[in-house]
């Protein structure tokens, strides 16, 4: 994972160490987990503000948290194994710009529609670009709630909480960019057609 990209997220004031037996350390935010096995034993603030390289005065605004988890199949109510249930998504090509929030739009295979905020991919965005076997999946966290979760390969590297996005108001701020843009689809359409059909002036024309 890109350490930094977590740190700047934790910065916003919150941060979580996980110890997973037989797994290593996780990081969590408010809405999200990662896998970060490759971190040394973290334990209490002070560890963990030296190992994310924190400046004590970003550290001061910070709300710090550190549990332990019996394993992957129960890390703060998420299945992180490779046996979980989980339902493959596929990200839309069409992102949404919602009230200041970026967000990624995912179809799942059975047509449910979910969004999650772009910006909690960031830690495993090396991962994303880099890796041929990354997967995007939703799975149910234990209370049941559906959650989005980004492998590589069969290992899941981090679960990220959907956003709530499609409501009236963004249905119709939906519906009207969707009229404008087949009016304008449609006034480009007749001045490309008229171009084409449009004689050209030759340089010696009425000469």
């Not at 005065?57 to 703060?76: L, P, S």
């Not at 339902?87 to 449910?112: F, I, M």
Request: charged share 25%; with cysteine; net charge negative.
């Amino acid at each position: 994972m890109k350490l930094s990209k977590y740190v700047a997220l934790a910065k916003r004031g919150y941060c979580k160490v996980i110890h997973v037996q037989n797994s290593g350390i996780w990081l969590g935010l408010k809405c999200a987990i990662y896998r970060a096995v490759e971190l040394p034993d973290i334990h209490g603030e002070g560890q963990a503000r030296a190992v994310l390289d924190i400046p004590e005065k970003a550290w001061g605004n910070t709300f710090f948290e550190e549990e332990n988890a019996e394993g992957e199949h129960d890390i703060c109510g998420f299945d992180m194994t490779g046996g979980a249930w989980e339902l493959p998504a596929e990200e839309l090509e069409l992102q949404v710009n919602y009230k200041g929030v970026q967000a990624t739009a995912l179809r799942c295979t059975n047509g449910e529609l979910l969004f999650y905020d772009s910006r909690m991919a960031a830690p495993v965005s090396d991962v994303m670009r880099d890796s041929e076997y990354v997967q995007t999946v939703i799975r149910k966290r234990r209370s049941g709630q559906r959650v989005v979760v980004i492998k590589d390969g069969f290992e899941a590297i981090a679960a990220i909480m959907p956003m709530k996005v499609i409501n009236s108001a963004f249905l119709k701020a939906l519906s009207e960019l969707d009229s404008a843009c087949v009016e304008q689809y449609e006034r480009e359409s007749k001045v490309g057609l008229a171009t084409q059909e449009e004689p050209a002036i030759s340089d010696d024309e009425g000469v």
